[in-house]
């Protein structure tokens, strides 16, 4: 599968945006598809995973209430809607795609799209 992030951009503290990563190759649906974050010098974050049975989503507590995922599956695409953003989310998006059982690892993840970045100004 080929996965492609957009959606980036510039936003102030308090301010929204919502990513979008659009599959191809194969349908989404067969997928667990994950949102990570990097910035430079660190590791790959983990920021939710929508799973591929159901409307199933995860996010760890430091973005609970903030970071929303959801897919549309006859579109091949997974969101991921921010709201309440502060400049420590500033970093690269990835989208990635998953089949593994446990797909809450950066380990667990084959595919990966291109990055889109999110720049939170203070």
């Known amino acids: 599968v080929q996965l492609q992030a957009s959606g980036g951009g510039l936003v102030q503290a308090g301010g929204s945006l919502r990513l979008s990563c659009l599959a191809s190759?194969?349908?989404?649906?067969?997928?667990?598809m994950g949102w990570f974050r990097q910035v430079p010098g660190k590791e790959r974050e983990f920021v939710g995973v929508s799973r591929r049975s159901g409307p199933v989503t995860y996010v760890p507590d430091f973005v609970k209430g903030r970071f929303t995922i959801s897919r549309d599956n006859a579109k091949n695409t997974v969101y991921l809607q921010m709201n309440d953003l502060k400049p420590e989310d500033t970093a690269v998006y990835f989208c990635?795609?998953?089949?593994?059982?446990?797909?809450?690892?950066?380990?667990?993840?084959?595919?990966w799209g291109q990055g889109t970045q999110v720049t939170v100004s203070s």
């Open positions: 190759g194969r349908a989404l649906r067969q997928y667990h």
């Open positions: 990635a795609a998953s089949v593994n059982t446990s797909p809450y690892d950066v380990h667990a993840y084959a595919s």
